[in-house]
Structures are given as C-alpha cells and as structure tokens.
C-alpha cells in the first residue's frame, strides 16, 4: 500500500506561482512513476504532468507544459509541482498519484494509487 499526501494548494492570482508537495509514504518511491491529475467543476479529470521512475524523465499535459515542473524531492520523499504563470483555467482539484509500470503516464487508469487531492484557485 502507497500512501499519498497533497499539500501547497491555495489561492492565487492570475500570473503567480504556487507549489504542490506530495509525500509519498513508500520509502522505495523511485520505483514508481508519479504524476500530477487536476479536475474542475463539471469537467472531466485531466492530465497535468508526471515523472517516471529511475530515469525521472517528465511528461507534460499540453496547456500547462512551459508553466509547470515536475520535480522529486528524494530527501522528502516527496513529488513537487511547482506552478508558474497561472491561469484561471488551472483552478481544480489537484492529485498527486502512483503507478508501478503504466503504460501511458498520461492516462489516470494506470495508475494503482491516489491522494486525496488539494484544492487551487486562480483568481482574476
């Protein structure tokens, strides 16, 4: 069992910066890939970002690539999110989750386990 932890959401304004923390309680974590899903009110779950396991290579959902940044925090054996340039369209739910072998980063199926999500707003 993996345990997943949200925390650093908030509200922000249009064009500032917020970062996403995820603990992950399994102390072998650079075996799993993990990965970074948001959804909004009414719409349906959406790839946000991930980084696979060992090689840490990243993955990006097309409207935040270019904003945001996956990243380990081995030490804290965490995943962060960092967040730049926001826009109102990031507000959602965010879930950090982890896959042991997925075969796509981008499809949240993959993916065995999930926190229980943070909540971000970007004002106007």
């Known amino acids: 069992q993996v345990n997943l932890v949200e925390s650093g959401g908030g509200l922000a304004q249009a064009g500032a910066s917020l970062t996403l923390s995820c603990v992950v309680s399994?102390?072998?974590?650079?075996?799993?890939?993990l990965g970074w899903f948001r959804q909004a009110p009414g719409r349906e779950r959406e790839f946000v970002a991930a980084i696979s396991p060992i090689s840490n290579l990243t993955f990006y959902g097309n409207s935040v690539r270019g904003r945001f940044t996956i990243s380990r925090d081995k030490p804290q054996n965490s995943v962060v999110l960092q967040m730049d340039s926001l826009k109102t369209e990031d507000t959602g739910v965010y879930s950090c989750a982890a896959a042991l072998r997925p075969r796509s980063y981008s499809l949240g199926y993959e993916y065995d386990y999930w926190g229980q999500g943070t909540q971000v707003t970007v004002s106007s």
């Open positions: 399994e102390r072998s974590d650079s075996s799993y890939a």
